[in-house]
């Protein structure tokens, strides 16, 4: 994959994706973040048809895993509070007993 997101590209991915001037494989990985991150994860059969169109079997496992680990970080921040641009080595590690 390798494909860097520039300004433009991020403001692009915030909008419509129907009608966002994005290459089809990137508009796909985003479709496929915006399921993995919804309030309902399911990938349909006609999402994953779409995403073969794009990607093989390694890259979409590839993109999944990437997803869920970054997924997974912003709910474990968001659930202690971390807010890494102010946390500094002297505060108390997240997610551990302080007393």
């Given amino acids: 994959m390798g494909t860097q997101l520039d300004e433009h ?3 692009a991915a915030l909008g419509d994706l129907d009608s966002a001037d994005l ?9 496929l973040a915006d399921v ?6 399911i ?4 999402l994953q048809a779409e995403l073969r169109e794009h990607f093989d079997d390694m890259q979409i496992l590839e993109l999944g895993s990437a997803l869920a680990i970054s997924s997974g970080w912003q709910k474990f921040s968001e659930a202690f509070g971390i807010r890494p641009d102010h946390w500094t080595e002297d505060m108390p590690t997240p997610g551990l007993a302080t007393d």
Avoid at 23 to 31: D, Y
Avoid at 43 to 46: A, H, I, K, Q
């Fill in 9 to 11: 590209m991020i403001e």
């Fill in 23 to 31: 290459a089809p494989a990137i508009i796909m990985a985003l479709r």
């Fill in 36 to 41: 993995l991150t919804g309030s309902d994860p």
């Fill in 43 to 46: 990938v349909t059969p006609e």
